[in-house]
C-alpha cells in the first residue's frame, strides 16, 4: 500500500536496523504503524511543538509523548532542571527530597490524594493500586470497562484500548486464565450494567478502575449519571473506586479529570506528565488506604528507580509551571477552534465523523454516530483514518496512528498551528 507520497529513506534504513534486534522495530506497539501500513518516521529532536526526522521533516506534534507533553519539547525550564540534576547524580538507592517536592506537588493539586507513591510507569502504577484495593478490601474482583487501557499489567489486559485495540488484541496470549478469572469487564458509560454487575457481585467486587475520560479507544468522554452510579455504587457495596489519570492527570485540568467533574475517587493513578517525558507513574488517595503500602503497612510495592531524581527533577519543573502560569485556558481556546475546524471541513467534506474533546485531548472518529463506548469506536472506518493520517503526516502533522488514540495540544502551539492542522485537513477531506 503506498502510503505516503513523501521520501522518509534514512527512517527506512533506521527501520530496518531496529527490526534486526526489537520485536516490530519498536520499543512499544504503539509506535509501530500497524493500523496505518507504511513505517514510522524516526525521531531526530523534539522542540516545542515540533518533531523532527531523521529525514530532515518538520511536523506539528499532536501525539506529545502520547500526553506527557504539555509544555512541549525541549521546554528550557525541564532541561535546566534535569542538567542540574544529573550533574548531582541519576540515582541513589536512598530517599531525596525533592521526592517530597513532587509528592506536595501532586496532592496540593489533587485533595482526594492524601498520600502519593512514586513508580516508574503507569504500567506500574495501575498494577500497585489493583494490589492496594484488593490488599485493603480483602476482595478479589476488579471491574474495568471495554477500550480503557491501564498499562500491561496482566489482570488488566483484557479488552484493553490502545495499541492492545489497534493490533487487534485485545486480549494478550501469554495471560493465564487465572490472571484474568477475577476481572468483570464491563461497558463504558453504561449504567444499567454497572448496576447489574453491583447487584449480582458487589460484595467481590475490591474496586473499580476506569479512565475518567478515556483516551485509548479514542477519546470518550463520560456521561455525568455514569460518573455518578460509580461513586455511589462502589461506596455502597464497600468497593474502592480507582481513576486512571495517566493520561488526563494535570492535563484537563491542574488537578485532572476529577477537578473537571468535581468527582472524588479513592485512588487515583498518574504517569506521563508529572514525569515531563521521563520514565514515572504514582499512585495515591486517601490517608487510610496509602498506609497500607509498605513499609507503613503489609502491601508489598517497590521499585529501584522510584522517585529518581531525573524523573522528579522533570516532574517538579513541569508541575510548578503548570500551576504558576496554568495553560487550560489556552488549550480549551485553542481545542475549540480545532474542534469548530475540523466539523465545518468534514461536514463540507461531506464526511461521516464525530469530533470528541475535552480541552487539548481530542479525537476525530470517521463514524457517523455519537461515539460513547468501545462498540461505537469500534463502528470507525479504519482504513479512512488511516488514509488521512498518512495525509496529514505528509502535510506536516503528526497524528497518533490510530483511530483509537487520542490526539493532544499543547501549550507551546497558537492559532497560527491550529490554522495549519486545520489546512491540512481541508486538503486531506478532498482526497479521503
Ligand atoms: P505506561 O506504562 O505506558 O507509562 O502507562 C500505561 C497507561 C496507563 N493508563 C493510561 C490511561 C494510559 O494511557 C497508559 C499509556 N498510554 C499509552 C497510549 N495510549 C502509552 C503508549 C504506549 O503504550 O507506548
Redesign the pocket.
Known amino acids: 500500500m503506498n502510503v505516503s507520497r513523501v521520501p522518509r529513506p534514512r527512517s527506512h534504513e533506521a527501520y530496518r536496523r531496529a527490526q534486526r534486534l526489537i520485536p516490530g522495530g519498536v520499543n ?1 506497539p ?2 509501530a504503524f500497524g493500523a496505518v501500513g507504511g513505517e514510522p518516521p524516526f525521531i531526530a529532536r523534539g522542540e516545542g511543538p515540533y518533531l523532527y526526522d531523521i529525514d530532515d521533516h518538520k511536523y506539528v506534534d499532536l501525539i506529545g509523548s ?2 506527557a507533553m504539555i509544555l512541549g519539547h525541549a521546554h528550557p525550564e525541564v532541561v535546566e532542571a534535569v542538567t542540574e540534576a544529573m550533574k548531582a547524580g541519576s540515582s541513589f538507592g536512598a530517599p531525596t527530597e525533592r521526592e517530597s517536592e513532587i509528592a506536595e506537588l501532586i496532592t496540593e493539586a489533587v485533595p482526594s490524594v492524601e498520600m502519593v507513591r512514586m513508580v516508574s ?4 502504577a ?1 498494577m500497585s493500586a489493583v494490589r492496594l484495593v484488593r490488599g485493603v478490601t480483602g476482595r478479589n474482583v476488579i471491574v474495568k470497562f471495554e477500550g480503557c ?3 500491561h499489567v496482566d489482570s488488566l489486559l483484557v479488552a484493553a484500548g ?2 492492545a485495540l489497534t493490533h487487534g488484541t485485545p486480549s494478550s496470549p501469554g495471560v493465564p486464565p487465572g490472571c484474568t478469572q477475577d476481572t468483570l469487564v464491563l461497558r463504558y458509560n453504561d449504567v444499567h450494567g454497572l448496576e447489574a454487575a453491583f447487584a449480582s457481585r458487589g460484595r467481590e467486587i475490591a474496586g473499580v478502575i476506569l ?1 475518567p475520560v478515556v ?2 479507544m479514542g477519546l470518550v468522554p463520560p456521561t455525568a449519571d455514569f460518573l455518578t452510579a460509580l461513586r455511589s455504587l462502589t461506596t455502597r457495596f464497600g468497593a474502592l473506586l480507582v481513576f ?1 489519570e ?2 488526563t492527570g494535570f492535563r484537563l485540568a491542574f488537578g485532572g479529570a476529577q477537578e473537571l467533574f468535581g468527582a472524588s475517587p479513592d485512588l487515583t ?1 498518574f ?2 506528565i508529572i514525569g515531563g517525558g521521563l520514565p514515572v ?1 504514582a499512585y495515591g488517595g486517601r490517608a487510610d488506604l496509602m498506609k497500607h503500602i509498605m513499609p507503613a503497612g503489609k502491601v508489598f510495592q517497590a521499585g529501584t528507580l522510584s522517585g529518581n531524581p531525573l524523573a522528579t527533577a522533570a516532574g517538579v519543573a513541569t508541575l510548578r509551571i503548570l500551576r504558576d502560569r496554568p495553560p487550560y485556558d489556552h488549550l480549551e481556546h485553542l481545542g475549540l477552534r480545532l474542534e469548530d475546524g475540523l466539523r465545518d471541513l468534514a461536514t463540507a467534506a461531506r464526511i461521516p465523523h464525530q469530533v470528541s474533546r475535552v480541552g487539548s485531548m481530542w479525537t476525530l472518529f470517521f463514524t457517523e454516530k455519537p461515539v460513547t463506548d468501545f462498540d461505537s469506536a469500534r463502528r470507525s472506518d479504519t482504513a479512512r483514518f488511516a488514509r488521512f493520517f498518512w495525509s496529514m503526516m505528509d502535510h506536516g502533522i503528526y497524528l497518533p496512528c490510530s483511530q483509537f ?1 487520542a490526539a493532544f495540544l499543547s501549550a507551546g502551539m497558537d492559532e497560527s498551528h491550529i490554522d495549519r492542522i486545520l489546512h491540512a485537513a481541508g486538503q486531506s477531506f478532498l482526497s479521503l
Do not use: F, L, P, Q
Not at 121 to 124: K, L
Open positions: 512499544s504503539a509506535r502520547w500526553g510507569s503507569g504500567t506500574e495501575a487501557y491501564h498499562g490502545s495499541s479512565e483516551g485509548n486512571d495517566v493520561m493513578i504517569g506521563k507513574g488514540e
